[in-house]
């Protein structure tokens, strides 16, 4: 048995080294009769036509084939490709150039927004926009010191011409601007093409008030002990019919509200307005604006330290009056009447408080007034509308008071 297997093996060895002597077998079969003499060819059994290449034929190089062939084409495309090229290089030029006026043009652009906006951003200068806020400030005379009157398209107006005359009489120099340049000076505020550099309009700063003159002027007093106190007169529009009047205004932020209150208190016949330091709104072109140059003609007073200055002019003679909302229950007992605030102002100053519409009059100033005034609703209320404008409030106080 095993030795019937051991011969197998050898067999079968023997025809794989057979095989592998002859080399690899072709894949399909061989109708040629096989030689045993020799292996099969694989390329000799797949024969293979390959078509012969044009520079082959003609017994040339490819690259000088190639050459020699299409040379002529591009020297005739070579006309139109100078043509084509001149005509781009010209368009590109000219793009360039376009390009490079348009980044001059919005470089030299926000140049001159940059040198604005700083001018704009000066403390030390206003932008007085507006045509009566600028020819108020050129009448008055109030302002220290004038600098360029920028016009854009003037119209032939009493009110412009009088600005151009009063302008050259104070020898201010009138530039012609664009409307962007006055949209940047005074952030695209309605300037009615009339913009005025100037000196900020500050008010005076004051400790108290001072018993009133025999002819019905007031002095007030300003200054400090270290720098020493300084004692100021001023003369009431009253012609001696009844005593100061001034108008007090607590927290009121909104410079448009503080312009209406002074364009109010001007025109009804207020002696002055006073503005608590800390709260109040600056005195800047918008409230200039707001005021139709009112701001100009009126004497402001500005006051650090509102309980001393309430408390030193109690004992100078000067009364309180606090205005409250109708639906405020805050020291009801002071409630009195507009009308006899009139029978009051024959003998004695007053000085009428106004606070925002928000929280009002703040509670300690109300408890040092001696009195408190409410203008009464004409229907039932609604809680989203329970107060009136502090301007519209004060301008129908001061008439009831003044008028």
């Keep these: 048995m095993l030795e019937g297997k051991l011969l197998k093996f ?6 794989l080294q057979s095989t592998l002597s002859l080399g690899p077998r072709a894949p399909f079969a061989n109708h040629v009769p096989k030689e045993k003499s020799r292996p099969v060819n694989f390329d000799k059994n797949m024969p ?3 078509k012969p290449k044009a520079w082959e034929k003609d017994g040339l190089d490819k690259e000088e084939w190639f050459k020699k062939k299409h040379a002529y084409h591009h020297v005739l495309q070579k006309p139109a490709r100078e043509r084509s090229n001149l005509r781009y290089q010209g368009i590109d030029e000219k793009k360039k150039k376009e390009r490079m006026e348009e980044f001059s043009i919005r470089e030299s652009s926000r140049e001159h927004k940059t040198h604005l906006k700083k001018l704009r951003s000066n403390p030390q200068i206003d932008y007085l926009f507006g045509t009566n806020a600028v020819l108020a400030a050129l ?9 360029k009157l920028h016009i854009h398209n003037p119209k032939d107006l009493p009110k412009v011409n009088e600005i151009l005359k009063l302008a050259k009489e104070k020898n201010v120099s009138i530039k012609e601007s664009s409307k962007q340049d006055l949209n940047i000076l005074t952030d695209n505020a309605v300037h009615n093409g009339i913009v005025l550099e100037s000196r900020p309009c500050d008010a005076l700063s004051i400790n108290c008030m001072l018993e009133c003159n025999e002819d019905k002027s007031f002095n007030v007093k300003a200054g400090d002990a270290l720098l020493g106190e300084e004692i100021h007169e001023f003369i ?4 001696g019919k009844r005593q100061p009047f001034g108008i007090y205004l607590d927290e009121i932020s909104d410079p448009h509200n503080v312009g209406a209150v002074l364009r109010s208190a001007y025109f009804l016949g207020a002696d002055f307005v ?9 005195l800047t072109p918008v409230v200039a604006k707001a005021s139709s140059g009112a701001m100009e003609f009126m004497d402001l007073f500005r006051v650090a330290k509102p309980l001393t200055f309430f408390d030193q002019s ?3 003679g000067w009364k309180f009056i606090s205005t409250v909302g109708p639906t405020d229950k805050r020291n009801n007992k002071k409630l009195v009447d507009v009308d006899s605030i009139k029978d009051i102002l024959q003998k004695d100053p007053v000085i009428l408080v106004v606070g925002s519409e928000g929280s009002g009059i703040r509670t300690n100033l109300i408890n ?3 009195h408190v005034v409410a203008i009464n609703n004409g229907r039932e209320m609604n809680e989203c509308v329970d107060s009136l404008n502090v301007s519209v409030a004060t301008a129908l106080l001061v008439s009831k008071i003044l008028q």
């Design 10 to 15: 050898a067999k079968a060895s023997q025809r």
């Design 48 to 50: 293979m036509y390959v």
């Design 139 to 147: 009448k008055a005379g109030k302002r220290a010191r004038f600098g």
């Design 236 to 239: 009431t529009d009253s012609y």
């Design 274 to 282: 006073v503005f608590s330091e800390r709260n109040c709104a600056s």
């Design 314 to 316: 109690i004992k100078n």
């Design 368 to 370: 040092k007034s001696e």
